[in-house]
């Protein structure tokens, strides 16, 4: 019977090591992988919105001087505030003059007619909104290219833990390298502070599983400056894909040291 050595512990560990960063790569950066329901209406269409939206529990939120109980879903990777947007013009965040935004990715995607493109939205969580675009396409119909991004809005009633924020940016593979903006915007024309940028019409590409970034809202619901993201919102593999990938990757590790063993016994 073989016996294990450290050696030979390390091959089975390296080998599930590379598989579970295989099965983590696209989504790896996503605060959840619980996405809640799929939206009907911008899980299957072009430039259109869905709302409003309450935040579970009756609360609010104050986003740059005024209170809001809800706020509305674009189909092109933006929620806005008072008044629903299907702008697709990539606008930098601090002069867009649609309405109070937060963007994940402010560009012209596209769902139609195509199952993998989707937008969910997780209410589970009291005074907590998290809206998630899985796979979303660009215009026109052009499904080559996908964009996976995930937006975490808090009210002001939610109790923020350590490390994270209000407002939480999370971003999986986006291969779209279409212009794109992301950020925060009061919906004035004019720049004023706390206005944030993470890009500003620059290629989407710049968005593939980038660091996670939280902001709280400061006096008059003014974003400042991003946190560290929380040890919580690393996601876990499930236990029975863990076990799955054990099974998997066992008998190609030992059937590795079988073979060096026998090499390793002819000299």
Known sequence: MLKPTLAKLKLLAISMSTMLMFVHNTNAQ?????????????????????????????????????????????????VTFGIGGTSYSADPLNIQSIAPMIAGSFTDLDSTTDAPSLIYLNI????????????????????????????????????????????????????????????????????????????SRASGIALNNRAPAWYNL???????????????????????LLIILALTFFPIAAGRIRKQSSVTARY
């Open 30 to 78: 996503l605060y959840t992988n619980d996405f809640g329901a799929p939206l009907i209406t911008v899980s299957d269409c072009d430039d259109c919105f869905e709302g409003p939206v309450s935040f579970p529990g009756g609360s609010s939120i104050n986003f740059f001087g005024n209170n809001y109980n809800g706020l509305y879903i674009s189909s092109n990777g933006y």
């Open 124 to 199: 589970s969580t009291p005074h907590q909104l998290v809206v998630t675009y899985v796979e979303l396409g660009h215009y026109d119909e052009n499904y080559s290219v996908r964009s996976t991004f995930q937006l975490v809005i808090r009210s002001s009633a939610y109790s923020v833990a350590a490390g994270e924020g209000q407002i939480g940016f999370f971003y999986g593979q986006v291969t779209d390298p279409a212009v794109t903006s992301a950020g925060f915007g009061d919906g004035l024309p004019t720049s004023n502070p706390g206005e944030v940028a993470i890009i």
């Open 218 to 240: 400061g006096v008059n619901g003014v974003p400042n400056s991003p946190g560290a993201q929380s040890a919580q919102s690393v996601p876990a593999l499930p236990i029975p």
